[in-house]
């Protein structure tokens, strides 16, 4: 079965062609994060726009590097939250008219099912249940995966996601947007130990999380030594920081497959990516007797295929939408 799948919930137009789930035939990207970077941060309304001019011809490249025609296509799949709703609109209206203009169904993907989803592109092996570690710039959380379609969040952040804090600090610290990349670069050859920083703990909750004090005590931090004209050990503190971030996202996670009886770790989203995060993931799921499944790094921020690879499974549950889809901001997986 052939997927054509678009994604545009924050700052990448996407269009993908899948095969069953499990095989990308074409993953066209285009991101507008260099766009973005001259605000330091993505603005929504910009955003939309350039999804606007990009979507169309995106989806041409989709299938064009695929191979295949219009009339080869078995289904339209779209990301329908969460994200940006402005952004979010524009890829939702251009796969209805896909589907409406094709004759073919369409069908709805929630954004975080698709970066899970995106192991079972680079892992034909995986199947469901697993632990999935969901982490990205606008959300952070613990998914218990019991099917390709049933899952339940067992802990998240309760302000700030990881991506968010790391985009945040990186930004106080004068390195462009989006700040997760730049910020490990910088770590590098810094001492994680350098600065002591906050740990959270959320009192009613052992798998929820929380990033906004850890954000606000590295910026205070930042500014107060500026202030005074105090020199940062730059790499020490981006060192310390994903040291940090990931110190309440593995244990966490550690704690949640134990609990919910996984011998399966996932990994997804664009924080996945984090060297730190891989590392500490794989030395703790090792000392817990658990397998782990790491995106390669090209799947671990958005992406269309990965939405085509959910949307199979989507559709063999029966999932299907109407003309009358709407895009959520917010939107329970
Ligand atoms: O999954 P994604 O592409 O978009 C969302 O769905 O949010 O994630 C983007 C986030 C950004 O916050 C970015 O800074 C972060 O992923 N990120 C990283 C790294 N690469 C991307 N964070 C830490 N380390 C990285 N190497």
């Keep these: 079965m052939l997927i054509l799948a678009f994604e545009s919930s924050c700052d990448e137009t996407a269009a993908a062609v899948v095969r069953d789930g499990r095989t990308v035939l074409s993953d066209a990207i285009l991101s507008q994060a260099d766009m973005h970077a001259l605000y330091g941060g993505v603005v929504p309304e910009i955003a939309s726009r350039k999804h606007i001019e990009a979507i169309a011809a995106l989806s041409d490249q989709a299938l064009r590097e695929a191979g295949v025609g219009r009339r080869d296509i078995d289904a339209v799949a779209v990301t329908y939250g969460p994200g940006l709703i402005g952004a979010l609109l524009v890829a939702v209206n251009f796969a209805k008219s896909a589907a409406y203009a094709l004759g073919k169904p369409l069908i709805p993907v929630h954004h975080l099912r698709g970066h899970i989803a995106a192991n079972y592109i680079a892992f034909p092996e995986l199947e469901p249940p697993f632990l999935s570690l969901c982490i990205s710039g606008g959300n952070s959380m613990i998914v218990d995966v019991q099917g390709y379609t049933q899952m339940r969040i067992v802990g998240a952040t309760r302000d700030d996601a990881a991506g968010e804090c790391f985009d945040k600090i990186a930004r106080v610290l004068g390195l462009p947007y989006p700040g997760g990349r730049p910020m490990q ?32 005590a590295v910026v205070n931090l930042v500014h107060n030594a500026e202030q005074k004209g105090e020199a940062i050990d730059r790499p020490g503190l981006a060192a310390s920081v994903a040291a940090a971030i990931s110190g309440e996202l ?3 996670t550690i704690l949640a497959a134990r609990r919910y009886g996984h011998h399966t770790v996932v990994a997804a989203g664009g924080v996945a990516a984090n060297a730190r995060v891989r590392a500490d993931l794989q030395r703790a799921c090792e000392e817990a007797g658990l397998r782990l499944f790491l995106p390669p790094l090209r799947l671990c921020g958005d992406n269309g295929a990965m939405i085509g690879a959910q949307a199979y499974y989507e559709y063999l549950e029966g999932a299907r939408a109407g003309m009358s889809l709407n895009a959520y901001a917010n939107l329970e997986i």
């Design 185 to 216: 670069e910088l770590a590098q050859g810094g001492d994680d130990r350098a600065y002591t920083l906050p740990k959270a703990h959320v009192a009613d909750s052992d798998l929820d999380m929380s990033f906004s004090g850890l954000k606000t």
């Design 250 to 252: 593995v244990p966490r």
